[in-house]
């Protein structure tokens, strides 16, 4: 009975939890803070007590692995990151000092200044795996998971056209 009780508490904890990392994830897509990355941890979070969570966290973790390696590819891109994720911690630090400001409270400012810490950490975590697979000839994480992706296509393609149609008006 204790096991039944601690799964169930589990599972209200982690739907609780992901629920709201995807929440604010959301807000993110929107609001200054890296949107895909907490969303892929949103549903991350999720996906350890659902099926539907996991293709979802899958689908995240690759658009966020994508814009990570088109940002890491271009020059331009990836100063205005390292800009903006420096920005935001700027703009928390002043959040934090200056009391005039509206919401100004150590809680805004944390969190902005945690935001461009994500952004400058996934930012370099993205030049530096790029990096690594160019300069030793192999592809990028985002290309390793097109692949991967387009291999998947492929076999479902395969399974589909070897699966036999039924239906209505079809022999069977």
Not at 79 to 101: H, Q
Request: charged content about 15%.
């Amino acid at each position: 009975m204790l096991t039944q009780s601690a799964r169930l508490l589990r599972r209200i904890a982690l739907t609780v939890l992901g629920i709201v990392v995807l929440g604010v994830g959301i807000a993110m897509l929107v609001l200054p803070g890296p949107g895909f990355l907490v969303v892929a941890l949103g549903f991350f979070v999720l996906s350890l007590e659902y099926e539907w969570a996991r293709s979802r966290f899958e689908r995240a973790r690759r658009k966020a692995a994508d814009l990570a390696d088109q940002a890491a590819a271009n020059r331009f891109s990836s100063a205005f990151t390292i800009l903006f994720g420096l920005g935001m911690i700027a703009a928390g630090i002043v959040w934090i000092v200056v009391d005039t400001l509206p919401a100004s409270s150590p809680w805004s400012g944390g969190s902005l200044i945690f935001s461009g810490l994500v952004v400058l950490a996934t930012m370099i975590v993205s030049l530096w795996q790029a990096k690594q697979a160019r300069d030793a000839g192999l592809p990028t994480p985002a290309e390793l998971l097109e692949q991967h992706d387009q291999e998947q296509r492929d076999q479902e393609e395969e399974w589909a056209a070897t699966e036999p149609v039924t239906g209505p008006g079809s022999p069977g």
